[in-house]
């Protein structure tokens, strides 16, 4: 299939017309700012449709409602402790040299609705959670009282005074009815998830998680399973990059790897868009022989939206849009195939969801050691960040070329270093991008 022609590759009776030899747009590649691919991007994001799910499988899902408290949060007056409820009113002037004596007329456990009206001279015996009294307006607790029998009857002698509203929780002391408790488009935790049921929400609309169909490319690569030989390697960026994905709140489809041959890669990538939002390949991006993503975006039908980006690692990274769904050519580097996925695919798994703040936070840190390796473009270092007296320091995790995967595991954030001059010193202010993990 491919003929060498000099530097170059022809690639003879392609399904996509590639019958032209350019060594021009493989070698001479306008590389954007990363700020401006992501803006490329963005114009092509679009927030997937609504599903319900039950909210025992609400967790992570992004919510696709606002959700208005149907109810007060508590709806009734709820004790505080185990304890009685009393009017204050009754406990006025009371010391240890003369408590107050009050009848207990009641007994509340939680889950009861109470009938006994209280006077100043009774308490009903209550437990933490109950529903108070209607004419009661505190609890005193157990320890706070003694107790005795007279005549068949159950008393308590109080020798403090009680405040009103003491160890009450009034309605709507956390939420009241009808006010927004969650709004459409946040992360569904475990607090959310403590609000929806709490309101009786037992199924919630949430935004639909995009599937995203992973191509790796290289006929160097082999199965995970497969005994290793001369010259080859098991393909992990796959299996990273579906990780990846999960992280992110999408589903992954493994369609494993398809050998250096440009119209297999073009036509399964094709067929991979009915089954999937969209496709991320990993490899076979940069100026190499057998680099055919590079001859398929030089031959796309749909938009190319770049194909080289003014970073370190993952230079060669490449997108484009194909009625309106994506294709993402990350580096077969599995450094830069990490980085790439972090500054374009995430953000763009985020949005899918309906998620707003879907770029990596950053923060400004003191380097924690020199970082001297000289820039063309900026470069996004795997590191670490700790503190020390109150001040937040970054570090590199250690081997940091592109073509490590070792350190990856080791990184939770991503220090910016700047081209040009001779790198930063250590001490020096630097911007870190956090990674989610
Ligand atoms: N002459 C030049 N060579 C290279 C340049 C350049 O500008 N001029 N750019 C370098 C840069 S920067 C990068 S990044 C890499 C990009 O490589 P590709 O994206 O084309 O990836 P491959 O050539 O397919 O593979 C590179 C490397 O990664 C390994 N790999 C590939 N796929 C996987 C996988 N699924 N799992 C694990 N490892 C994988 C592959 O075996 C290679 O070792 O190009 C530089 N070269
Ligand atoms: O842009 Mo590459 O990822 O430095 O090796
Ligand atoms: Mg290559």
């Given at each position: 299939m491919y003929q060498q022609v000099g530097a170059c590759l022809k690639l003879e009776g392609s399904v996509n017309d590639m019958d032209r030899v350019d060594c021009v747009n493989r070698f001479h590649r306008n590389a954007v700012q990363v700020v401006e691919a992501q803006r490329r991007i963005e114009q092509h994001l679009n927030r997937l449709d609504v599903e319900e799910v039950s909210l025992e499988n609400a967790y992570s899902r992004t919510l696709a409602e606002d959700i208005i408290a149907p109810d007060n949060m508590p709806h009734f007056r709820r004790s505080g402790m185990d304890g009685f409820a009393i009017?204050?009113?009754?406990?006025?002037?009371?010391?240890?040299e003369s408590p107050v004596l009050l009848e207990v007329i009641d007994n509340i456990p939680c889950g009861a609705q109470p009938t006994k009206a209280l006077s100043q001279r009774t308490a009903s015996r209550i437990m933490t959670g109950a529903m108070v009294p209607e004419n009661a307006d505190a609890v005193i607790m157990l320890e706070m009282t003694d107790d005795f029998e007279e005549q068949g009857k159950t008393y308590i002698s109080i020798k403090k005074e009680v405040h009103p509203g003491q160890n009450l929780t009034p309605i709507g002391h956390e939420i009241t009815m009808g006010h927004c408790v969650l709004q459409k488009g946040i992360e569904i935790l475990a607090g959310e998830t403590a609000l929806l049921a709490t309101f009786g929400f037992s199924r919630v609309k949430v935004y639909k998680r995009p599937t995203i169909a992973i191509f790796a490319t290289g006929s160097e690569l082999l199965p995970v399973d497969a005994p290793l030989c001369a010259g080859k390697i098991r393909n992990s960026n796959s299996y990273m990059l579906a990780a990846l994905i999960r992280g992110a709140g999408g589903i992954p489809l493994l369609m494993g790897s398809i050998p250096d041959e440009a119209d297999q890669a073009q036509t399964r990538i094709l067929e991979a868009f009915s089954v999937a939002d969209f496709v991320i390949t990993t490899g076979g991006v940069s100026v190499g022989d057998y680099d055919i993503l590079v001859d398929i975006f030089e031959k796309w039908k749909g938009k190319v939206l770049f194909n080289k980006v003014a970073m370190r690692p993952g230079s060669p990274t490449s997108a484009g849009v194909w009625n309106d769904q994506f294709l993402f050519a990350l580096s077969g580097n599995p450094g830069a195939c990490f980085v790439g996925f972090e500054l374009f695919v995430r953000p763009v798994i985020l949005g899918m969801q309906?998620?707003?703040?879907r770029y990596m936070r950053d923060f400004t840190a003191f380097l924690g050691e020199d970082f001297t390796k000289v820039n063309a473009y900026p470069r996004y270092v795997r590191g670490k960040f700790y503190v020390i007296d109150g001040k937040v320091f970054v570090k590199p995790v250690g081997m940091d070329q592109s073509s490590v995967t070792v350190s990856i595991k080791d990184s939770d954030c991503l220090i910016k270093i700047p081209p040009g001059g001779k790198g930063m010193l250590q001490g020096e202010l630097v911007c870190a991008l956090m990674l989610r993990g």
């Open positions: 009017m204050s009113s009754s406990t006025r002037r009371t010391s240890s309906g998620i707003q703040n």
